[in-house]
């Protein structure tokens, strides 16, 4: 512990050094990084120096003890700073959990009917109405960006923004399958079907995060389909951007607007090209990466929401809550709960 700590106060140091650098100044992309770390790093230091401040004053105080006229103030030393080391020990490994270095983004939200049909847009529409009361609980805002209706109901897809407090630390378990087995809305013969929607909660990258060569794209243009402003179906508002390096296509026509179109459409690509960042970061540390709850892979089955058996289960953690509560009301919030503490456990078990 000890060792580890005292590298992790000379990096504090090597790190206050270089944000005096004039060639760091001179960066500001460089500079704000750096200025975010410092500032991140600062309560876990000032915890570290205090460790390390109770361990050499142990020492100091053990060098005393053959001195009979010190022997007392030595033992009384000792015994109180090793009654703080445990407290210290235990404030210091939750610090040295890794956080996610988007957990205080906000987010973008794409969800997507997948297998079942009209069924499956149906639910796509149900998760994202859970969504909304969740953030409403929140006391989050949400700016829907992009739209596609189904005509049975719900949605093949929407894409919506979410702002407020570590929006991305809550709803980053989110990303993956949902699937939902009960008698739709559209079955004559009451049998149960089971159908599908995918999520993926991107955390919102600014020009800091990611920036993008105008160069590499390709924008193209097209008459909207659906509801987004007096000019939708008489102009070429809509808007597709290819990000040529990467092959990420992105779009956006619910906005009354091309320009508003393609604010949005870029914000979601700079989005995609952050989480890729991210995911390949992840992978180079290889086996050094701490485990946590589920990969964050859109394509990974995560949760069940079975309305016969009134139940929601989330295969991740074998969490299980009532389909009413969770789907229908506000039961996502302790779920969430339940897979921020299973996260953060299996986290700490590998910390120190």
């Known amino acids: 512990m000890r060792d580890k700590l005292s590298k992790i106060v000379a990096g504090y140091k090597e790190l206050e050094q270089k944000l005096g650098d004039p060639a760091v100044l001179a960066d500001q992309k ?3 990084r750096l200025s975010k770390e410092y500032s991140k790093q ?10 390390l401040q109770a361990c050499e004053d142990i ?3 053990k060098s005393m003890l053959g001195d009979a006229d010190m022997r007392e ?3 009384e030393t000792i015994a109180e700073c090793e009654a703080k080391l445990p407290g210290l020990e235990e404030d210091i490994k939750f610090m040295l959990i890794p956080e996610d270095p988007a957990d205080e983004k906000d987010i973008i939200v794409e969800i997507r009917g997948a297998a079942g049909g009209d069924e499956a847009a149906i639910f796509a529409g149900d998760l994202y109405k859970m969504y909304a009361r969740f953030c409403e609980s929140q006391r989050w805002k949400i700016e829907t960006m992009d739209v596609s209706a189904s005509e049975a109901g719900g949605y093949k897809e929407i894409q919506f923004k979410v702002k407020g407090d570590h929006v991305y630390s809550l709803m980053k378990f989110e990303s993956g399958v949902h699937r939902v087995q009960r008698v739709p809305k559209t079955e004559s013969q009451g049998r149960i079907h089971t159908s599908t929607a995918t999520v993926a909660v991107l955390p919102e990258a600014d020009e800091i995060d990611v920036e993008i060569n105008e160069n590499d794209l390709r924008i193209d243009v097209y008459r909207a389909g659906g509801p987004g402003g007096q000019c939708v179906n008489t102009t070429d508002s809509a808007v597709r951007i290819t990000h040529l390096p990467s092959g990420l296509v992105v779009q956006s026509q619910d906005q009354k607007s091309q320009l508003q179109n ?7 690509l700079r989005s995609r090209l952050y989480e890729k960042m991210l995911a390949e970061q992840q992978a180079a540390e290889g086996a050094e990466r701490l485990a ?3 990969s ?3 394509a990974e089955k995560i949760r069940t929401y079975n309305a016969p058996q009134d139940r929601v289960t989330d295969h991740r953690i074998g969490y299980n809550g009532t389909y009413n509560g969770v789907l229908l009301g506000d039961g996502l919030g302790d779920l969430i709960t339940a897979l ?3 996260d953060r456990a299996r986290k700490l078990e590998q910390a120190v």
């Open 59 to 61: 020492d100091d105080a």
């Open 30 to 32: 460089e500079y704000t």
């Open 42 to 51: 600062g309560p876990l230091v000032e915890k570290a120096r205090e460790y």
């Open 340 to 342: 921020q503490a299973a």
């Open 292 to 294: 946590q709850i589920g």
């Open 262 to 268: 393609k604010i949005a459409a870029m914000a979601v």
């Open 296 to 298: 964050g892979d859109r």
């Open 73 to 75: 103030f030595a033992q």
